[in-house]
């Protein structure tokens, strides 16, 4: 009895000496939110995207065009050179797909050809309103462009670039790394995030496969809470890197099923997002970025 009494004893006392977030954190975290809330609430269906508009899933053409022009417009408001890289091709089957990539170019402040891609899809499967799938994927990398173009001195570029037709075999990430080979871009890395925004177990824990030692260990010191190492590669990171590109992917713990039990339904909703813990994984990712930037 004595045992279990101090064991317990033992256990409320971690959890008291468990360090809290500071004031500027939880105002961190609340900036974070704020932003993101409304990216994903938008390309949910959980608020209208366009006056009374209000998107359903992210697939068909129609609101794949009306997400589009959003992220456009979006991107542009905030600052950015917003760009449109449109494609019309067949595949080997001969299907048609047309679509278009949304992408802006954060320079560099020392005139470095050298650029860091942060990339999300932003298709949908049929009859799903995507969020965790993959609105959230796209409410972290349009949230750390922000912050990373702002910051004074990027010796590298960044380039933030959210991908159509993923569910059509990669169609659109296939078209703009095409891009970027045909145009002689200098890619240091590409950097996804996807599945992210359930955290059942609250341990604000992540998955990440990474192409190379170093850039997983980057994400390994920038992060306060646990890193997985995903074992299996998923499509998108075997693709980029028959280009020859690094690349990182970031999950929730897939392996450890945590995950939304969601993923690919009509229930994939705006309500069923941790933002608590996609502002946690934004600043991971935030902080690995002003890590490269500085290199």
Do not use: C
């Amino acid at each position: 009895m004595n045992y279990y009494r101090t064991l317990l004893l033992v256990s409320v006392f971690a959890i008291q000496m468990a360090p809290a977030q500071t004031e500027a954190e939880d105002r961190i975290e609340a900036e974070i939110i704020n932003v993101q809330r409304t990216i994903v609430a938008k390309l949910t269906g959980h608020e209208p995207i366009k006056g009374r508009k209000r998107l359903t899933s992210r697939t068909s053409t129609s609101e794949r065009k009306i997400t589009a022009d959003f992220l456009f417009n979006t991107l542009k408001g905030a600052g950015f050179k917003a760009q449109r890289n449109n494609y019309n091709v067949k595949d080997k089957k001969g299907n048609q797909y047309t679509g278009v990539n949304i992408f802006a170019e954060i320079p560099a402040t020392n005139g470095s050809n050298e650029y860091v891609v942060l990339a999300a899809h932003y298709d949908t499967v049929k009859d799903s309103p995507g969020a965790v799938h993959n609105a959230t994927g796209i409410a972290i990398a349009y949230y750390v462009a922000q912050k990373i173009a702002k910051l004074r001195t990027r010796n590298k570029g960044f380039m933030i670039v959210f991908f159509d037709h993923w569910k059509s075999n990669m169609i659109g990430a296939r078209m703009f790394t095409k891009k970027l080979k045909d145009e002689k871009y200098t890619i240091h890395s590409m950097h996804r995030s996807d599945y992210m925004g359930w955290d059942n177990d609250e341990d604000r824990a992540v998955e990440l496969l990474a192409s190379n030692i170093s850039l997983e260990s980057l994400y390994r010191i920038e992060s306060p809470v646990p890193i997985y190492k995903r074992t299996v590669a998923v499509p998108e990171s075997r693709f980029f890197a028959n280009f020859g590109y690094e690349t990182v992917t970031l999950t929730a713990e897939l392996r450890n099923a945590d995950n939304s039990p969601f993923v690919r339904q009509s229930a994939d909703k705006y309500t069923t997002v941790n933002f608590k813990y996609l502002a946690s994984t934004t600043t991971i990712v935030y902080n690995v970025m002003k890590s490269l930037a500085s290199e």
